[in-house]
């Protein structure tokens, strides 16, 4: 029988286990991944994850409006004969902005025509939907926006809407 010098069997002890220094790597490796796992969803959550909160709008008290005399239109239906009534106002960024576009007859008046112009585009069966109003908002407040040039449209308000059929 040869006797391999790395096992030495001494009566009364279990034979070592070749790879005890491996396995015990190994549960340390496994215990720095949970570890580190743990820790990193313990920061992440607590930081706010990676997405910042979104700036706060301001306050509906801080914004301007502008408003409009109503608007009464031809619709672009055929035949010439369904008519639109809107009364209509821009909220703009602020309560100075709105005061200087007020105080600006030719500035006032653009917007009143780019919003008028858009209005006599339209047909009457979208805009009796809750979807062609929404649309329609959106176009004007793309139309009067670009008009503004350094100010932005933030919403269009409708008091009134009536569409004679």
């Known amino acids: 029988m040869s006797e391999d010098p790395e096992l030495k069997i001494v009566e009364g002890q279990a034979p070592k286990k070749k790879g005890g220094m491996k396995t015990m790597i190994l549960i340390v490796v496994a215990l720095l991944v949970v570890g ?12 706010g994850g990676a997405v910042e909160a ?25 035949g ?21 576009i007020e105080e600006a007859p030719v500035v006032a008046s653009r917007l009143r025509s780019d919003i008028l112009e858009l209005l006599t585009e339209q047909s009457a069966p979208p805009l009796v939907t809750p979807e062609g109003k929404e649309s329609l908002k ?28």
């Open 138 to 165: 959106n176009a004007i407040k793309a139309r009067t926006s670009a008009a503004l040039e350094d100010k932005k449209v933030v919403d269009v308000l409708f008091s009134e809407f009536v569409v004679q059929f």
């Open 80 to 100: 010439g004969s369904r008519f639109l009534k809107a009364t209509i106002s821009l909220v703009v960024e602020d309560a100075a902005t709105a005061k200087k």
């Open 36 to 47: 580190g796992g743990g820790g990193g969803a313990w920061w992440w959550m607590h930081r």
């Open 54 to 78: 979104a700036p706060k709008e301001p306050a509906l008290e801080t914004r301007g409006l502008i408003k409009f005399e109503p608007f009464m239109v031809n619709l672009a239906d055929e």
